[in-house]
Structure formats: C-alpha cells, structure tokens
C-alpha cells in the first residue's frame, strides 16, 4: 500500500512539473524605431546563422518557400503597431509538407493550409517574407541554397 501511495505521488508531482518545462522560443519584437541605421542586412547576419536545431539532427528548421526562395524563420516578430493589408499578401500556404525542405512554391514544413505570407514591410529587411500565425507576423530570412 506504501509503495502504491508513493507511485502515485510520483506521477502526480511529475503531471504538475512537466508543464513547467516548457521553452520559450518566442522571438524579440522588431519595431523600426528600434533598428540601428548601421544594421547591416538578416542575410549577412552572423546571429541568424544560428541554428536552433543543431542539436537535433534529423528536425528541420521552419522553413517556406516563396518565389522560388525557400525562407527559414530566425528574424523576430513585427511590432503589432506595423499592419498587412490584404493588397500585400503575397499568398497562402498550398501544402504542409512535413519535416522536408519544401521544393514548391507555397509548400512549408509547418503550420496550416491558408496561413497567409507577405513580404516584410521594414526597409532593414526588404529580402524577408512575414508569415502570420500565433496572432502575430514572424519574420523570415532567405536561406541560401
């Protein structure tokens, strides 16, 4: 009866800390005032050649591909104040292809059919694609092929 009781413990106390564990992986919030005039450009930025998934091999970055460019997301959010209109959606997402590299316009290894793409409204970085999803506008960078 001890050993049930102390089992049952056990579970419960990891049932209540394995939420708890969780990461944050959220991005910083990118506003233009906040942007240096000397900001060279996301490509030639040594942070976005950081791989968050180094660690696990066989799992692909979030990557979509737009016009021929496949882009892979590492830049940040847009400052909820910067809006997209609809003139500016450049398309949705046709196909999730799961954990491969897409190879088709429109195919993204995440999310959903529909999630909307537009190109990123900062002037800092005009060769990036915004996809919205989690309610806010997430900047990606081009990946060289």
Known sequence: MFKRLICCFAVCLLCLLLPLSGCDRGGDVIHPSQIPSDTISPSQSPSLDLDPYLDYPNILP???????????????????????????????????????????????????????YARCPLEEYSDCIVVFYAQQWHIFHPVDS
């Open 62 to 116: 979030v990557m979509i591909m737009v016009e021929d460019t496949i882009y892979q997301q590492g830049c940040g959010v847009l400052d909820p104040s910067i809006r997209i209109d609809d003139s500016q959606i450049l398309g949705r997402i046709s196909e999730v292809i799961g954990n491969e590299r897409p190879s088709h316009n429109g195919e993204a290894n995440f999310l959903y059919v529909g999630t909307r």
